[in-house]
């Protein structure tokens, strides 16, 4: 295909997506113009129901925690297939030389490991007060996690980067979640009812039983991330930097 | 909304992504790629934070600047050097 055919096909794309989107766009409400009703009633009941500040980790690991519960099997159904996928039998490489030569690298990434992973755990932390919650502080974690690996190199990763480490703190993560759950079914509650009453709002104790389920999201993200970069490493980073 | 009731530091955000996403685009090294698409997705990251969306601004953040570049980065590795008897694998 010569350039003029390609670019007498994309022309026309261009027009014809570009006259849909500002048609688009002349159709959406203006912004904050919300008219529905159920993001009101979340917003006048999750702090006087639920002590809890940030109406989204609100609706996400309460009031509609059971959708969060697929959300989080998902991703465990996900990092396990990537993980039977990727599978090396050869076990794990402990001779991989990637030493980080430089310095600076190693004094600022060692820094930025301690404080990937202390903002990670503040943002699970404060999950109902301030934006975050288990999902994006598992993911900031596990980043810091990743950073050992450009920091120290593989040799060093590999210590806590492999399934047998991951593997049980994953799934506590994710069983842990339906054990909080099952738990209200025990108390004679409906499944996931938040059962500890809402604690001190705006403080990390807010949130009742749904902090729980915040912290096993987190744990189960976290662990999840790690095993899935370390697979990613195993199977595309180590054959390179051995060279063969 | 109009162009009236933007607000300036809005109009800055909205600049800024209208710029990044080109320069994503116009990048033709892949790991330049990756650089200027990690300083775009910060980019979206400020727009949502203006916008109001924080928590939907932190999943950006970690999805842009550590998941996506990891992933791309291995790819690339990946195809710059193939192990034995997969050089025809591009």
Known sequence: MTRRVRIGLFLPALAGFGALLVWAYTGIPSFGDYQGPYGFVLEKISAPLRHMDNVVNATTYDIRG??????EFILFAAVIGVVLLLRDDAGRSQDVEDDIG???VRVFGTLAIGAAILVGLWLVANGFVTPGGGFQGGVAIASGGLLLYLVAGYREWSAFGNETVLDPIKAIGAGGYVVIGLAALVGGLPFLTNFFG???IGTVWSGGSAGFVNWSAGIEVAAANVLLFSEFLEEYIVPIARGS | MTLA??????SVALALVALGAPAVVLSRDPLKMIVVNGFYGLTLVLLFVIYGAPDVGLSMLVVGTVAYPL????AIARVRAPKDGEEDEK
């Open chain 2, 71 to 74: 992933v791309v980065l291995v």
């Open chain 1, 66 to 71: 059971i959708d969060t519960m697929g959300e």
């Open chain 1, 102 to 104: 430089s310095d600076v």
């Open chain 1, 198 to 200: 809402g604690g001190d």
């Open chain 2, 5 to 10: 009731t933007l607000l300036p530091v809005q």
